[in-house]
């Protein structure tokens, strides 16, 4: 079987959105079908429906319904479904303009969709209380987890010693960079060192955190990076004690997932989906733009070895039960198909 998935260019794209589409198709072809990616930084083409073969399956990213507005008709008429990793009215940052402007094109079109795959059950809620979409067009489908080995922390290390975070996330207002920096800036009585790492798609933000991190005065603590990829992201992985995130709204929270599956306690802010995925067992939940109480729970997090070795273990054993690529694909198979 033939898949088509239609989104946004890398450049446009919301950040976990590259990954899903990604390891979709590479899932489908290992199981023996065919598939392709249409990356869009202009309008479809309005021909582009005359020549999908029978049977095709075409699946739309969300992100991508400005762009193919001339064929939404034909594709609906297809049977095509649309992915929504999360509406964009829902994400911290975005102007009010996009906002608006986004808000009232998914709530024309996508009730009309035979299938709606939303990437968490709360995405999934959402989508039906506010959006217009029928409950029994929706269905969920996570992104799945690689499998990890589960990096070891020392519990018998001193109290107080030397400890790494790690925080990865695009460089939006969404992801909450700002919270974690002014956080940790509160916890100047411990020995903490952070590497901040992803792709610098909002330029201004990036620019902002900069000069946060020398306002605060805690440059001599904080590794500041753009995207990594193969050998330096996962060597900034084995480096990390705790995985800090402060998202203001997460569709799901992958990077949480995946450091719950490398073993790593997690320190996060309960934004949108990814407070789902953590237990008081994994890991320390603060309220959104609560720096106060992000703060609290690094501490403990930071001052403690064996608090962070046992959550860590928590963590991973908790990660052991989300499904991987191969498994969510089947489930995407079988929610376009049925």
Known sequence: MHLILIAKALSEATSTAPIYHHRIIKAWRQQGGTAELVSLNRPIH???????????????DSAALGLIEAIIGPLQAHGAGVL?????????????????????????????????????????????????????RIRVVNPGIDKQKQQIIRPDRPDGAPCRLLTLGTMSYRKGHDVVLNALATLSDLDWYLTLAGPPRDRAYFSDLKALIQQLDIGDRVELHGELRGPEMEAIWQQAEVFALATRFEGFGTTIAEAMARGLPVAITSGGAAADLVTPACGVVAPVDSTAEFAKGLRRLIFSAALRANLGKNAFIRAQNFPDWLTQTNRLLAALTQ
């Not at 309005?46 to 739309?60: C, I």
């Open 46 to 60: 309005p021909d582009f429906t005359g020549s999908l073969p029978e049977g095709t399956l075409v699946v739309v």
């Open 84 to 136: 929504m990793h999360h509406p964009t009215p829902l994400a911290p940052g975005a102007s009010t303009d996009l906002q608006t402007a986004m808000k009232s094109l998914e709530r024309r079109y996508l009730p009309r969709f035979r299938r709606v795959v939303a990437t968490s059950a709360l995405v999934a809620t959402r989508l039906e209380q506010e959006f217009g979409v029928d409950a029994t």
